[in-house]
């Protein structure tokens, strides 16, 4: 049994119990335990290196590094909000064409292309990938810009969910995150590499991979207006406005405490798709 089959079924039948006190279920294996402690060990402590992690070092991690700084470079030229929905293809085409970018090197290329079809368990990641194509665009025409806040959301069910939390919560509570192209998670996922060390396991306990995001499909991220980087910590939990959109139950979510995708606890994410 693979490591991420295991922990799903884990994780579910945990749920499956409580939610019904009349199943039981069978202890793990003894085999498992000491894995299954390592894993809960790792997304609690998601920003800890630990001996296993994947960790570019030497010409890789000079890649990385570079590749960052022109997707940085990319996203100062294009805008904050366009970036988030700019495809692979036009981030090269940008780059070609405005020499305050500066055009990706192949190097640079094959190791985009690396990363987003590398086999994300191989981090630690067990999330579904719901991006097959490094290529894949996000139409315009299907999201529409959010008044200030600098971010899209896709039309229809997204859009709805958002006012709704909006009009029953208040306007204390903001859309800090919301449709995320490839580009976007790319830049992301590699920042938090480089500030982790060149650890893409590291990075991975924070940030989905390129091709996993849900943020592709329609889920957002909120927060507490005016409580910058503590609405991407456990501090939001404790929030009045995470306990209100508790209590009215919009709270669906994806990463919970021992979710089995090898992803830290984020109370922030509304759970769309």
Same mark, same amino acid.
């Given at each position: 049994?693979?490591?991420?089959?295991?922990? +799903?079924?884990?994780?579910?039948?945990?749920?499956?119990?409580?939610?019904?006190?009349?199943?039981?279920?069978?202890?793990?294996?003894?085999?498992?335990?000491?894995?299954?402690?390592?894993?809960?060990?790792?997304? &609690?402590? %998601?920003?800890? $290196?630990?001996?296993?992690?994947?960790?570019?070092?030497?010409?890789?991690?000079?890649?990385?590094?570079?590749?960052?700084?022109?997707?940085?470079?990319?996203?100062?030229?294009?805008?904050?909000?366009?970036?988030?929905?700019?495809?692979?293809?036009?981030?090269?085409?940008?780059?070609?064409?405005?020499?305050? /970018?500066?055009? @990706?090197?192949?190097?640079?290329?094959? @190791?985009?292309?690396?990363?987003? %079809?590398?086999?994300?368990?191989?981090?630690?990641? %067990?999330?579904? +990938?719901?991006?097959?194509?490094?290529?894949?665009?996000?139409?315009?025409?299907?999201?529409?810009?959010?008044?200030?806040?600098?971010?899209?959301?896709?039309?229809?069910?997204?859009?709805?969910?958002?006012? +709704?939390?909006?009009?029953?919560?208040?306007?204390?509570?903001?859309?800090?995150?919301?449709?995320?192209?490839?580009?976007?998670?790319?830049?992301?996922?590699?920042? &938090?590499?480089?500030?982790?060390?060149?650890? #893409?396991?590291?990075?991975?306990?924070?940030?989905?991979?390129?091709? $996993?995001? @849900? $943020?592709?499909?329609?889920?957002?991220?909120?927060?507490?207006?005016?409580?910058?980087?503590?609405? @991407?910590?456990?501090?939001?939990?404790?929030?009045?406005?995470?306990?209100?959109?508790?209590? #009215?139950?919009? /709270?669906?979510?994806?990463? $919970?405490? +021992?979710?089995?995708?090898?992803?830290?606890?984020?109370?922030?994410?509304?759970?769309?798709?």
């Amino acid at each position: 049994m693979d490591r991420r089959t295991l922990l +799903k079924g884990m994780f579910f039948g945990s749920a499956i119990a409580g939610a019904s006190p009349n199943i039981v279920l069978a202890a793990p294996a003894a085999e498992h335990t000491e894995e299954v402690a390592d894993y809960l060990s790792k997304i &609690k402590n %998601y920003n800890k $290196h630990f001996v296993d992690d994947v960790v570019l070092t030497g010409h890789r991690y000079k890649l990385l590094v570079s590749s960052v700084k022109r997707l940085k470079r990319l996203q100062r030229m294009v805008g904050y909000a366009n970036f988030s929905l700019l495809s692979f293809d036009s981030a090269l085409r940008y780059a070609r064409n405005y020499s305050r /970018i500066g055009r @990706f090197t192949k190097a640079e290329i094959d @190791f985009l292309e690396e990363i987003f %079809y590398t086999d994300a368990n191989k981090y630690g990641f %067990y999330g579904e +990938k719901v991006s097959t194509k490094l290529t894949e665009g996000i139409p315009s025409r299907d999201t529409i810009k959010m008044p200030h806040t600098g971010n899209f959301l896709f039309r229809g069910d997204s859009v709805r969910l958002y006012q +709704k939390i909006r009009r029953d919560v208040g306007k204390s509570i903001v859309l800090t995150s919301g449709v995320r192209g490839i580009v976007k998670q790319m830049y992301l996922f590699l920042s &938090k590499a480089v500030r982790s060390d060149g650890n #893409l396991s590291m990075a991975s306990r924070s940030l989905a991979p390129p091709g $996993h995001s @849900f $943020h592709g499909l329609g889920d957002f991220d909120v927060g507490k207006v005016g409580y910058g980087y503590r609405n @991407f910590r456990i501090d939001f939990a404790e929030t009045d406005e995470f306990k209100r959109l508790e209590e #009215l139950g919009y /709270i669906r979510i994806r990463y $919970h405490e +021992k979710n089995p995708f090898g992803v830290r606890f984020e109370p922030w994410h509304i759970k769309v798709t």
